[in-house]
């Protein structure tokens, strides 16, 4: 192991005693029982360890490709976190959906459970679940001292998902049943719920009434999250009036695909035959459907890529408690004990539309996530250790965006309509560029109006095509997470350059290409083609 490679893997171990929570979302093997300090103590602890791992950085050397590859990518995503450290983000961060509380939540979930030691580390990091957030209270608190206020949308709608947490780890409980750690676990659950009843009250109470009604982030901020979700520095202007010119192509593709399944109807009224035609009704079928989607998937795949037997395990669960709206993975354990996930958030449906949501099986399991951060844990000394735990989510989200797209490509969207939920799909992910961009950066539409939350959701449902369950999750995620909508399809633009280069040059093969770009591991968008090449 080479210096660089030695040092991130140090980094990766001393990151993970500081926040064992996210190396359990990230597969990194800790002690579990420990927990993430999420008082300001916790954050500065965490920005110090960046310091330190980019001081001694500075004085290694690269020996190799690989090393320099390594090097940039650990140099590149501190350097982006130590910006966000220094605009005072911890004190300010209430992201709804997909932040602190869910990661919190997953990681109870995410726990194995074979044996009785299994279970004691179950119950304690429940029972600890209550102390982590009361000190992101306390944080936060601080924030609102110092006038770093998050969004008032945010706080509520962080404090609506607490309320649905209530209550949630009761299932681990009775999957547990009766025997000598029951009373441990039930205590663990009840002092998770307590936090999260708690954590709600405060952010409706004591938060909301002080923060801020803007949603938008500004330019400063959002420069810096971009980093952080893509790797690079972006032309914002450009990316905004890209944004608009990918979503006129996709929805002129759109209208022909349309006219194909039934000439002369709309869209909408294609879409609700479709809705009406293909789909399941009840939980257990939509589970069945979506295990039978990842099966066919994987064995359509093994025919154009290399995919190693570990990968052939993945894990499809229903997403109860969340409002996402969106399906989302969690990565396997670094040490192999516990495989990929796919979750699938119900949205409180009870009929489910599986010709709008094949793309996203592709997208979230084979060839998309499952695969590409599957080979990157897999590379074992070929890709260092902070790559294989660390994704950039212009990187990840963009490769599985161009899985979805290869998916068209290599024709398995045969069933009917499943095409068409693909272009919606990619509808959706163009039309979110436009969304993020404007509003956190009040950019015009081009009538010359400004972007508000309800034109925002409007504009997601009417020209992204999104179901209407998703719409309200999707755009609350966009106003708490800035940049990472954009990073779907700015990184698909990257990917498909990236390819387009390689298939000008003598004795390109798709599958080889496919082999060798993930075999490069997580890098920034900036230094994407140039690992390739």
């Not at 450009?238 to 608009?244: I, K, N, P």
């Not at 809705?275 to 069945?288: H, I, N, P, Q």
């Not at 074992?380 to 989200?397: L, P, Q």
């Not at 950066?441 to 009538?447: A, E, K, N, Q, T």
């Amino acid at each position: 192991m080479t210096p660089i490679f030695q040092l991130s893997a140090d980094h990766v171990t001393a990151e993970a005693a500081l926040d064992p929570i996210a190396a359990t979302l990230d597969g990194v093997t800790t002690d579990a029982t420990a927990l993430t300090d999420l008082t300001p103590d916790g954050f500065a602890g965490r920005a110090d360890l960046a310091r330190r791992t980019l001081a001694a950085l500075a004085k290694l050397t690269p020996e190799s490709r690989a090393d320099r590859i390594a090097a940039a990518h650990l140099r590149n995503s501190l350097e982006a976190e130590l910006a966000w450290h220094e605009l005072d983000e911890p004190f300010r961060q209430v992201q709804a959906h997909f932040g602190t509380l869910s990661s919190i939540a997953d990681s109870v979930r995410l726990l194995p459970r074979r044996d009785a030691d299994d279970w004691h580390v179950l119950a304690v990091r429940m029972a600890g679940v209550e102390t982590m957030l009361a000190g992101w209270q306390k944080t936060l608190q601080a924030g609102l001292d110092r006038g770093l206020r998050a969004a008032r949308r945010q706080a509520l709608e962080t404090a609506a998902q607490a309320e649905r947490y209530v209550g949630v780890h009761n299932a681990l409980v009775e999957e547990y049943g009766d025997g000598p750690q029951t009373d441990e676990l039930r205590a663990g659950a009840d002092a998770a719920h307590r936090g999260y009843a708690a954590l709600a009250r405060f952010l409706r109470e004591d938060y909301a009434p002080h923060a801020t009604e803007t949603d938008g982030v500004g330019a400063e901020r959002y420069a810096v999250a971009a980093r952080l979700s893509l790797g690079a520095d972006l032309d914002l202007a450009e990316a905004y009036e890209w944004g608009w010119a990918e979503l006129q192509r996709i929805e002129t593709e759109i209208a022909a695909e349309v006219a194909k399944i039934q000439p002369g109807a709309s869209v909408a009224e294609v879409l609700a035959l479709l809705d009406k035609e293909c789909s399941v009704t009840g939980e257990e079928s939509y589970l069945d459907w979506l295990r039978s989607a990842h099966d066919r998937a994987l064995e359509a795949a093994s025919e154009h890529f290399d995919i190693p037997e570990p990968l052939r395990a993945l894990d499809v669960v229903l997403a109860y408690g969340s409002a996402s709206g969106s399906p989302y993975y969690t990565g396997p354990a670094e040490d192999g004990s516990r495989p990929g996930r796919t979750w699938w958030p119900l949205g409180g449906r009870k009929r489910f539309a599986t010709w709008s949501e094949l793309s996203t099986v592709f997208h979230e399991g084979v060839p998309g996530h499952h695969l590409q951060i599957g080979v990157a844990g897999l590379a074992g000394d070929s890709v260092s250790r902070y790559a294989r735990v660390h994704s950039v989510s212009g990187h990840a989200e963009g490769w599985a965006l161009y899985a979805e797209r290869l998916a068209d490509e290599l024709g398995w969207f045969s069933e009917r309509g499943t095409r068409l939920g693909m272009l919606a799909g990619s509808a959706l992910r163009a039309a979110r560029v436009v969304i993020d961009l404007g509003s956190h950066l009040d950019l015009p539409l081009p009538d010359g109006s400004r972007w508000d939350f309800d034109t925002a959701c409007r504009f997601l449902h009417e020209r992204g095509l999104a179901a209407e369950h998703r719409v309200h999750a999707e755009i609350v995620r966009y106003l708490g997470w800035p940049s990472q909508a954009i990073s779907y399809k700015i990184g698909e633009r990257a990917w498909l350059r990236a390819r387009a280069e390689a298939a000008a040059k003598p004795g390109f093969t798709l599958r080889q290409w496919h082999h060798d770009a993930l075999a490069v591991g997580p890098v920034g968008l900036a230094a994407l083609q140039d690992a390739l090449r």
